[in-house]
């Protein structure tokens, strides 16, 4: 009997090495672009409504770091990654290559409201983003 509960207890350790041993290869078939797209453009969102550049430059980089992921332009290790269990960013998980381009530039558009610190350009460049991003959905 305590063999049994000992195998029982372990268990959960093998489901959890088998899971970690998953390929590289095949997480990413189990990414989900589409959620990173809809996160991006929520945050995008945000960032159009914010009333103060920080606001706006937060929320854009949250935007960025879902579209991009952590291997691409422009991610900021030091800013939220709201797209971090869905997968390596919305471009590279992206397989289509006119949607890739659609993100692409939204990702531009993005950098774009991060470089100016004008209030108002950097929520039009936010509210411009979501426009893009709620097309490619």
């Not at 959960?12 to 090495?17: D, H, M, R, S, T």
């Given at each position: 009997m305590s063999r049994f509960l000992s195998l029982k207890a372990s268990i959960?350790?093998?489901?959890?090495?088998a899971i970690m041993a998953v390929p590289p290869v095949l997480q990413?078939?189990?990414a989900d672009a589409a959620s990173e797209v809809v996160n991006a453009q929520t945050h995008a969102g945000l960032a159009a409504a914010s009333t103060k550049i920080e606001g706006v430059h937060t929320h854009l980089h949250h935007a960025l770091n879902c579209l991009v992921g952590p291997a691409g332009q422009g991610f900021d290790a030091k800013q939220m990654n709201p797209c971090a269990q869905a997968g390596s960013g919305a471009i590279p998980d992206t397989t289509d290559a006119a949607k890739k381009k659609n993100l692409e530039a939204a990702a531009a558009k993005v950098r774009e409201g991060l470089a100016t610190t004008d209030l108002a350009a950097a929520q039009k460049a936010a509210s411009e983003t979501a426009g893009m991003l709620k097309a490619d959905e």
């Open positions: 959960p350790f093998v489901v959890g090495a990413q078939a189990f």
